[in-house]
């Protein structure tokens, strides 16, 4: 049992005591055991993938928490995230967590892709400095010793960076009247929160 299985086994009684899902959840775990000491082995899976959708659930209520507050002036939007999530399952796995900030027309999205297959691609680019160059819009970037890339298209401006080789921070600013407020949105953010949470 790796540290993860262990780190998730002993998160299990503290997101079942919620009041939203303790009750169900509880129910259909205790269901699917039951089907499993009878040998209703298709019932069991039926049983616990509900529970896992609904821990799934949970589990992306406390991973918002790690996204910062709007800084002065800006307003934290309401988004959901539960088709990105869908698509990170179907992709091979992972944890998906975005969030949005306006001010008036300007607009930046945050996003945290953490344990994906998806992120190979990421770090095959980073190591070669070669396809970056390759692409007039895109540049290296370094936050602090964090490596990563820089994309200016339009009135857009993205900042990707990979932590630890396997946590990507996507800072995304559109109609920026100054393109400094992703760094201040980047400081907001706790990385080794984001590390000791997400790894």
């Known amino acids: 049992m790796n540290k993860k299985q262990i780190a998730g086994l002993l998160l299990l ?84 967590i975005k969030g949005r900030y306006k001010k008036d027309k300007e607009q930046v999205d945050i996003e945290v892709v953490a344990n994906s297959p998806l992120l190979a691609m990421i770090s095959m680019m980073l190591k070669n400095p070669a396809m970056i160059s390759a692409d007039d819009s895109m540049e290296p970037y370094r936050y602090k010793r964090i490596k990563g890339v820089k994309k200016t298209k339009g009135n857009r401006v993205e900042i990707t960076l990979l932590i630890a080789g396997q946590i990507m921070l996507k800072v995304e600013g559109r109609n920026l009247k100054d393109k400094a407020v992703l760094k201040q949105y980047l400081d907001a953010i706790d990385i080794n929160k984001l590390k000791e949470k997400l790894l």
Do not use: C, H, R
Request: aromatic share 8%; proline share 4%.
């Open 13 to 96: 009684p503290a997101l079942l005591s919620s009041p939203l899902f303790a009750d169900e959840i509880t129910d259909q775990i205790n269901e699917g055991l039951k089907a499993y000491e009878t040998k209703d082995y298709k019932g069991a899976v039926d049983e616990l993938k509900f529970a896992t959708a609904q821990l799934e659930k949970l589990a992306y209520e406390e991973n918002k928490k790690l996204l910062p507050d709007a800084i002065d002036g800006w307003e934290k939007q309401k988004i959901k995230n539960s088709n990105n999530q869908m698509a990170m399952s179907i992709m091979g796995g992972g944890t998906s």
